[in-house]
């Protein structure tokens, strides 16, 4: 082999071995958890929240806080970002964060602007959790030290993936999923809103006693869904709204009840879902949509103090009943809820785009006027299971 191909095989191999030319030390990076965004004035005031790494490390408790918000005022989301350097003293890394937050303020302004950042920036990955700071501001709510979790926001972030599991009014909505909602015509976005629970009068959350009380002060809460219209919040449903809407949107069955045994009555039962499936269909009568909603569920009764002994047939017929009707209402109640914000955040027209695409295309531009238009037919089945570990209510066994 001649040497000028030895020195060009050398020359390739050494442009191949540049070895980690853009790495960062981590004592000179500063990990973000999670973010809040205000709109206070006209600018934006960008919180992070920073973990603190030599209270994170250890395996026992010390005197100092996990972690540290800092805040920075600016007229777009990146300068607050870059102006935070004045203030922290190590580089600012936002890959894991977890959450980000918005106030109500900016989301009811549209937030669509600073999703572009979000989307845009090459530091961030979007698998975090969006949620809207209710009644506070986000820059309150991830100063908020928390028990059990030491990083405050992984206390959020866990906090919904099981509340959406196990308690139907939340759900977790990511930026590709928010993305999606924002960019499909006939399906309206939604976000579950975070404020503070306080077991007194007292402002504690933000300092390290907080954590230090066997009831402490101020936790974060979770809350039920916002709605929006495009890219700006219109309102908030309730707790039975909520629910029907993650049962129609993610099947997402967990607790139906309490329900009331008789009208009027004090006395009430619960179950659990512990299985079943929704479909939803579509039929065009007379120029107006139909939405043809077929529910079957399966369920243990979790409690009950009804007068009605659940191992009798008759008795059992009756407990399925009430709980058809119970969720007959929450469906109902959510359907309603759409004509009253005139917001399909169920995703109505993006069925009657797969399944009708003429009447779509005709009714396209005006679709949030036809939402007062449209009807429902709903089917629901429901059969308990199981009586939980007993059979007969306490009651019966006098």
């Given at each position: 082999?001649?040497l000028?191909?030895k020195?060009?095989?050398?020359i390739?191999?050494?442009?191949?071995l540049t070895?980690?030319?853009?790495?960062?030390?981590l004592?000179?990076i500063?990990?973000v958890t999670?973010?809040?965004?205000?709109?206070?004035?006209?600018?934006?005031?960008?919180?992070?929240?920073?973990?603190?790494?030599s209270?994170?490390?250890?395996?026992?408790s010390s005197?100092?806080?996990?972690?540290?918000?800092?805040?920075?005022?600016?007229?777009?989301?990146?300068e607050?970002?870059?102006?935070?350097?004045?203030?922290?003293?190590r580089?600012?890394?936002?890959?894991?964060t977890r959450?980000?937050?918005?106030?109500?303020?900016?989301a009811?302004n549209?937030?669509?602007?600073i999703?572009?950042f979000f989307t845009r920036?090459n530091?961030?990955r979007?698998?975090?959790?969006?949620?809207?700071?209710?009644d506070y501001?986000?820059?309150?709510?991830?100063?908020?030290?928390?028990?059990l979790e030491?990083?405050?926001?992984n206390?959020?972030?866990t906090?919904l993936?099981l509340?959406?599991?196990?308690?139907?009014?939340?759900?977790g909505?990511?930026?590709n999923?928010l993305?999606?909602?924002?960019?499909?015509?006939?399906?309206?976005?939604v976000?579950t809103?975070v404020?503070?629970?306080?077991s007194?009068n007292?402002?504690?959350?933000?300092s390290?006693?907080?954590?230090?009380?066997v009831?402490?002060y101020?936790?974060?809460?979770?809350?039920?869904?916002?709605v929006?219209?495009?890219?700006?919040?219109?309102?908030?449903?309730?707790?039975?709204?909520?629910?029907?809407l993650?049962?129609?949107?993610a099947?997402?069955?967990?607790?139906?009840g309490p329900?009331?045994?008789?009208?009027?009555?004090?006395?009430n039962?619960?179950?659990?879902i512990?299985?079943?499936?929704l479909?939803?269909?579509?039929?065009?009568?007379?120029?107006?949509?139909?939405?043809?909603t077929k529910?079957?569920v399966?369920?243990?009764?979790?409690?009950?103090?009804?007068?009605?002994?659940?191992?009798?047939?008759?008795?059992?017929?009756?407990y399925?009943?009430?709980?058809?009707e119970?969720?007959?209402?929450?469906?109902v109640e959510?359907?309603?809820?759409i004509?009253?914000?005139?917001?399909?955040?169920?995703g109505?027209?993006d069925?009657?785009?797969?399944?009708?695409?003429?009447y779509w295309a005709?009714?396209?531009?005006?679709?949030?006027?036809?939402?007062?238009?449209?009807?429902?037919?709903?089917?629901?089945?429901?059969?308990i299971k199981?009586f939980?570990t007993?059979?007969a209510?306490?009651q019966?066994?006098?």
């Amino acid at each position: 082999m001649t040497l000028i191909k030895k020195s060009a095989i050398y020359i390739l191999m050494m442009c191949m071995l540049t070895a980690c030319w853009s790495n960062v030390e981590l004592n000179e990076i500063g990990i973000v958890t999670a973010i809040g965004i205000d709109y206070i004035d006209e600018e934006y005031v960008v919180s992070m929240q920073i973990l603190n790494p030599s209270e994170i490390a250890q395996n026992g408790s010390s005197n100092q806080i996990p972690v540290f918000v800092y805040s920075m005022k600016a007229d777009s989301v990146l300068e607050a970002v870059k102006k935070m350097s004045t203030l922290v003293s190590r580089e600012i890394y936002i890959a894991h964060t977890r959450t980000v937050i918005v106030n109500e303020q900016l989301a009811e302004n549209g937030i669509s602007e600073i999703l572009d950042f979000f989307t845009r920036y090459n530091e961030i990955r979007p698998d975090f959790f969006l949620l809207i700071a209710k009644d506070y501001r986000a820059e309150e709510i991830i100063s908020i030290l928390t028990p059990l979790e030491k990083i405050p926001a992984n206390k959020m972030y866990t906090s919904l993936l099981l509340s959406e599991d196990v308690w139907s009014p939340t759900r977790g909505i990511k930026m590709n999923e928010l993305i999606n909602s924002l960019a499909t015509k006939g399906l309206e976005p939604v976000l579950t809103g975070v404020t503070l629970y306080s077991s007194s009068n007292q402002s504690e959350g933000e300092s390290e006693s907080n954590v230090k009380q066997v009831n402490q002060y101020e936790d974060l809460q979770l809350t039920t869904l916002g709605v929006f219209k495009d890219d700006q919040l219109i309102g908030w449903l309730n707790e039975r709204e909520s629910i029907g809407l993650n049962y129609l949107k993610a099947e997402q069955f967990s607790v139906l009840g309490p329900i009331n045994c008789q009208e009027g009555d004090k006395h009430n039962f619960t179950m659990e879902i512990t299985g079943g499936n929704l479909r939803v269909g579509s039929t065009i009568q007379n120029g107006k949509p139909v939405f043809q909603t077929k529910v079957y569920v399966k369920a243990e009764l979790a409690e009950t103090s009804c007068r009605y002994n659940p191992i009798l047939k008759n008795d059992l017929k009756k407990y399925q009943l009430m709980a058809e009707e119970e969720l007959y209402d929450i469906l109902v109640e959510t359907f309603e809820a759409i004509k009253k914000y005139q917001s399909d955040f169920v995703g109505l027209g993006d069925l009657l785009k797969k399944e009708h695409p003429d009447y779509w295309a005709e009714n396209e531009e005006i679709w949030q006027e036809r939402l007062q238009d449209f009807e429902v037919e709903l089917d629901i089945e429901v059969k308990i299971k199981r009586f939980g570990t007993t059979t007969a209510p306490y009651q019966f066994k006098q």
